[in-house]
């Protein structure tokens, strides 16, 4: 059996019971299996997971994207992760039997479906990329939310899928296929933002630091402290421990402790060979949280 696994990215963190109708979208859709829910209130963001079959995963997406858009207006939302839409990201990572192409043919028909049903803007990036320029998501996210409405003037942002033009509640979509990542984020003692963003701008691989590193320094109001928030595109390559002991280093030469690190959902049981989860002081981990757990 083909298991995919979409790891839809909302651009809602505050209202719990938008989101608990959001997530309630999901569990409708028979074949398709909920694995994590995080909630994040400063990125005023919340990340599903779920996996299933090619055709219960693309079912499962197509109803979870359209109760967002029902539920989010764009005109209303704040927060310190970069978004361009509703439905900001919606990715699939081809897991047990799949292979990237089926990833890809699934990524296509539910973002050309999604575009045309909903009348927004999409855009295919990472494998499911149909432009070059659009194959990193940071580029596909240049400008963010407000620059949509200008963007549409340019041929260069002509979307892949949904018309072109500007959708004001919804904002538009970034659909692709990827191999897996890990959202991995590392919280530190201190209100001083700038500190964070040093930290990122250091480690990140655009910033000549860390290979498939994505890093940025945000803070988090409701804690009073600030965050390093990452992706790692590629763990192989550059690992876990390696992040962890390259922000721990730097935020203890600048005086600054590690409160915790956390996971935004789930990460590769090879990419914890090396490391545990109390090295990298972890929060909210046990098995659950690794996808192997689930297959």
């Given at each position: 059996?083909?298991i ?17 109708r959001i ?5 409708t859709v ?6 994590d ?7 005023n963001?919340?990340v ?17 994207s ?12 704040g927060?310190?992760?970069?978004r361009?839409?509703?439905?900001d ?13 089926n990833?890809?043919d699934?990524?296509?028909r539910?973002?050309?479906?999604f ?11 990472g494998?499911?990329a ?9 580029n ?11 963007h549409?003037e340019d041929s ?8 072109a033009r ?8 970034a ?5 897996p ?5 590392i ?5 001083d933002v700038h500190?964070?963003k ?5 480690i990140?691989?655009?910033g ?14 409701s ?7 990452m992706?790692?595109?590629?763990y192989?390559?550059t ?7 390259t922000v ?7 005086g ?7 996971l935004v ?19 909210k981990f046990?098995?659950?949280c690794?996808i192997?757990?689930?297959?």
């Amino acid at each position: 059996m083909k298991i995919i696994e979409c790891v839809p990215n909302i651009s809602e963190g505050r209202d719990k019971k938008k989101i608990d109708r959001i997530v309630a979208a999901l569990t409708t859709v028979e074949g398709a299996k909920l694995l994590d829910v995080c909630i994040d209130p400063d990125h005023n963001r919340t990340v599903l997971t779920f996996i299933g079959r090619p055709e219960d995963v693309e079912r499962g997406a197509a109803a979870v994207s359209d109760r967002a858009l029902d539920l989010i207006d764009m005109r209303q939302h704040g927060g310190v992760h970069p978004r361009i839409g509703a439905v900001d990201v919606v990715p699939f990572v081809p897991l047990k039997g799949a292979s990237m192409k089926n990833a890809v043919d699934v990524a296509h028909r539910f973002g050309r479906a999604f575009g045309v049903r909903n009348k927004i803007p999409v855009y295919f990036y990472g494998e499911a990329a149909l432009d070059p320029q659009r194959r990193e998501l940071p580029n596909v996210r240049k400008g963010e939310y407000e620059a949509l409405r200008t963007h549409f003037e340019d041929s260069r942002w002509i979307p892949d899928a949904g018309p072109a033009r500007f959708n004001p509640r919804g904002g538009a979509a970034a659909v692709g296929a990827r191999e897996p990542l890990i959202a991995f984020n590392i919280n530190l003692a201190t209100h001083d933002v700038h500190a964070a963003k040093e930290i990122a701008s250091s480690i990140r691989e655009s910033g000549g630091g860390l290979p498939y590193v994505r890093a940025m320094g945000v803070a988090l109001k409701s804690r009073d402290i600030v965050q390093v928030s990452m992706n790692l595109t590629n763990y192989k390559v550059t690992s876990l421990k390696k992040v962890f002991d390259t922000v721990k280093e730097k935020a203890t030469s600048n005086g600054i402790h590690i409160v915790e690190s956390e996971l935004v959902g789930l990460l590769p049981e090879e990419a914890l060979e090396n490391v545990s989860a109390e090295y990298l002081q972890l929060t909210k981990f046990n098995a659950e949280c690794i996808i192997e757990t689930h297959l």
